[in-house]
């Protein structure tokens, strides 16, 4: 008797346990969190190259992507020349890019910096209506150029190409991490 008496108050128990009862209050609302960005994978990369134009050159400085640089055929090169450098309010030097292409007007005609690309290079070069050799060094030595690679999804958002700093920080790369390339 003892042994039924344990086994229907254990069935009992079990019953009772497994039931549910009413639904008790509400609890309060969580506060809502602050909204994150949408999930775009950007890979994005920025080069700096250095060169000069010469006749022995054509006037072209031509950059070949290393493997390290991922570039597919949707993405989009975009490339940036170091026009000068002005001060900050610090006195510290900022430099002052201008997106491809740049026409200056000279002495001797009309100068154009551009440039075309493939996923597997990039092709700087000058195109003018007088002769490229009376160019002064100034307009050919030691120029120095950005090349931003922007994944096709982010290239076809409201991105002002012409600012390069909205582009690298877009690209979440600061300056500090742009590799610099001497091109002969």
Not at 92 to 101: A, C, E, K
Not at 125 to 153: K, S
Not at 174 to 183: A, F, G, N, Q, V
């Amino acid at each position: 008797m003892k042994k039924v008496s344990l086994l229907l108050a254990l069935i009992a128990t079990v019953f009772f346990v497994s039931c549910e009862g009413p639904a008790g209050p509400p609890g309060f609302d969580g506060l809502d969190g602050l909204d994150g960005l949408d999930g775009v994978n950007i890979l994005g990369q920025v080069i700096d190259i250095e060169g000069t134009f010469d006749f022995n050159n054509d006037y072209t400085l031509f950059y070949e992507f290393p493997n390290s640089v991922e570039v597919f055929e949707s993405d989009v090169v975009l490339v940036y020349i170091l026009w000068g450098q002005t001060e900050d309010n610090n006195g510290d030097p900022v430099d002052i890019w201008r997106l491809l292409p740049q026409t200056r007007l000279l002495n001797q005609g009309i100068l154009l910096y551009n440039y075309d690309y493939t996923f597997f290079d990039v092709n700087i070069f000058l195109e003018a209506d007088f002769d490229l050799e009376t160019l002064l060094p100034g307009d050919t030595d030691n120029q120095v150029f950005r090349i931003a690679i922007v994944p096709a999804e982010f290239a076809q958002s409201r991105l002002d190409r012409t600012n390069v700093e909205q582009v690298m920080n877009l690209l979440k790369v600061e300056e500090k991490d742009i590799p610099r390339y001497k091109l002969n």
